[in-house]
């Protein structure tokens, strides 16, 4: 099973700031990395697929990149309704499909 | 408009039996790989199983298999989860999710979640 590890856990920033999301998995994935958004009560909304492609409808200011074992969510300039927590998944090898823990980004 | 309506969440014993329905619209059904995923209170997400569009290849988590079985009904278009011998830690919200691409045959990213519905195990 790979593991993915992100980081940091929290992520407290001001808007107009840039927000930097680690996810590291245990194994290469190669480019099979996607990125979701979720606010609470909600369910995930999928930001980001196959490391750096945009999903339908997500603003220019998300972006992913990465490769192998090391990616990066990009927020560029935060606004007031991206605090949310933000997974990472693989589907590079599954069964299982696996998420990352997580990282919460609160805007001051 | 695509969406996912989940529903047959509910309370139940530990020990017991519940089924969960989604059901979905606004897309060709049975050419997509369906998902269930849950997430526990105050928790993160956690991939339970998939399905192929045909409903021929299904998938399990390690921690649900020979307990959950997961379905699909295509004439009705329609995913099931049937859960037996639930157990307190299977308590969670339960999503079901829709593949990016149809037809692959393989797992992709999850573009379509439905709102989820509350399994809750406990005497």
């Known amino acids: 099973e790979i593991v993915l590890t992100q980081s940091p856990a929290t992520l407290s920033l001001s808007p107009g700031e840039r927000a930097t999301l680690s996810c590291r998995a245990s194994?290469?994935?190669?480019?099979?990395l996607a990125w979701y958004q979720q606010k609470p009560g909600q369910a995930p909304r999928l930001l980001i697929y196959?490391?750096?492609n945009r999903a339908t409808g997500i603003p220019a200011r998300f972006s992913g990149s990465g490769s192998g074992t090391d990616f990066t969510l990009t927020i560029s300039s935060l606004e007031p309704e991206d605090s949310a927590v933000y997974y990472c998944?693989?589907?590079?090898?599954?069964?299982?499909?696996?998420f990352g823990g997580g990282t919460k980004v609160e805007i001051k | 408009e695509v969406q996912l309506l989940e529903s047959g969440g509910g309370l139940v014993q530990p020990g017991g039996s519940l089924r969960l329905s989604c059901a979905a619209s606004g897309f060709t059904f049975n050419t997509y790989v369906m998902n269930w995923v849950r997430q526990a209170p105050g928790k993160g997400l956690e991939w339970v199983s998939g399905?192929?569009?045909?409903?021929?290849?299904?998938y399990y988590a390690d921690s649900v298999k020979g307990r959950f079985t997961i379905s699909r009904d295509n004439s009705k278009n329609t995913l099931h989860l049937q859960m037996h011998s639930l157990r307190v830690e299977d308590t969670a919200v339960y999503f079901c999710?829709?593949?990016?691409?149809?037809?692959?045959?393989?797992?992709?990213?999850?573009?379509?979640w439905g709102q989820g519905t509350m399994v809750t195990v406990s005497s």
């Open positions: 399905i192929s569009g045909s409903g021929g290849s299904t």
């Open positions: 999710a829709k593949d990016r691409v149809e037809s692959s045959g393989v797992e992709d990213a999850f573009d379509i």
């Open positions: 998944q693989q589907r590079f090898l599954w069964p299982p499909l696996t």
């Open positions: 194994q290469s994935v190669s480019r099979y």
């Open positions: 196959d490391a750096s």
